[in-house]
């Protein structure tokens, strides 16, 4: 619930279905307070026990994850970290959590949910601890600058990628393509020729690609390097700016593809999914790195987002909050950042899961450089690494992304691309209106 909810949360106590979500929270704060009472007290060896809530996914990267955690625990007698997956929907369980004052010691969530973070003073800036520490000459300048907002360094990153365009070389063969799209023309004309219908019913048994449908983020972010390519922007002067030229020419190509019947729609909210692609029903996905294809049996390759104005691709970087508890667990907490962002930790978990490491040292080192000759298929996602961009960090995002992304699902379920984005943007200038007012 967002704090400017909080009014009419109360005004519809009257209505049983908002009474029954009272009693969830109540309880829901009741067991976290518990559970969190339970997660970080001392015990007689005076160890410091910290939660940390993560949604790490697929599962193996999720093991991966934890696997390093216990390494942590191994090596330090004072301080010992519980991982602990947070499932959907994170964010209500999270803000449940914060204004119950029984937070995680650690977060690892989303960076554009900072502003909300911050306005709710629930996190810690870390940019004077960093700053003491040799550390920070290892971590990639543009990765902390993408954490940053109003002038504070609020969370580390974890692990970092971006989005590029899997698909099936057999399938390419097959439909005589022989070389891939570097234009955005040309990947329509790409997706056209791999589309088959092979009994004439006007169902193709196979798309040429698959767009995600839904208005959650998942959407928005496979959405953002079309925007980017366009020269497009969604926030102008800290204020939400969805109707320029480059949103509604992004927003047009999706629908073009679509309205060719060259794509096929992704199941609600499933846009990640692979399944399509596995299987051959797609021949081309826009995903990153950590996909469950690296570790298919599938024949794939990767290349880069096709361009439009310019060569674009978004960042994919997962981040970890210090929130606000005590000194001494806070310090705790601290201690395992440094891990986190050392070279034993990022060389280990980019090797396990295909995130790109965010310490330089481990993206130089031998044993690394020795893993990219086994995956080529990374290269085509460190190469882009010069011209990916990243979704704004602002205070308010969350109600800038709902609002993007149903104007991205009204435009592919058939509505005009200015159209949807002018309503998006007029939804948002009536909230902006409201905060500033306040």
Known sequence: MFPSQIPNFFRQLNNSTWWLSVIRIILSIFFIFLYGCQGTVYKNDRVIHLSLWQSINPPANRDVFNKLVNKFNQTHNDIKVESIFVGQPQLPKILTAVVGNAPPDILSFDPQLTGQFMELGAIRPLEEWLDKLSLKSEISPNLLEELKLDGHLWSIPLSTSNLGIFYRPKLFQAAGIT?????????????????????????????GMLLPLGKEEWTVFSWFPFLLSAGGEIVTNNRPNLTNAGAIAALQFWQDILKDGSATLSSPERGYEEDAFISGRVA?????????????????????IPVSVKPATV?????????????????????????VLSEEFQTEWSMGTGFLPVNIKSAQSQVYQEFLQQKPILKAFIDQISVAGYRPIIPGYSRLSDSLGRAIEATMLGASPETALKQAQANLDSIWDSLQSR
Not at 315 to 339: D, I
């Open 179 to 207: 070389q891939i799209p570097k234009t955005w023309e040309e990947l329509r004309e790409v997706a056209k020729k791999l589309t088959i219908d092979r009994n004439g019913d006007n169902k193709p048994e196979q798309y």
């Open 284 to 304: 081309m996905q826009i995903t990153g790195p950590w996909s469950y294809i690296l570790k298919s049996n599938v024949d794939f390759k990767v290349f880069p």
């Open 315 to 339: 960042t994919a970087t997962g981040n970890m909050y210090l929130m606000k508890t005590t000194p001494e667990r806070e310090q705790a907490a601290r201690k395992f950042f440094e891990y």
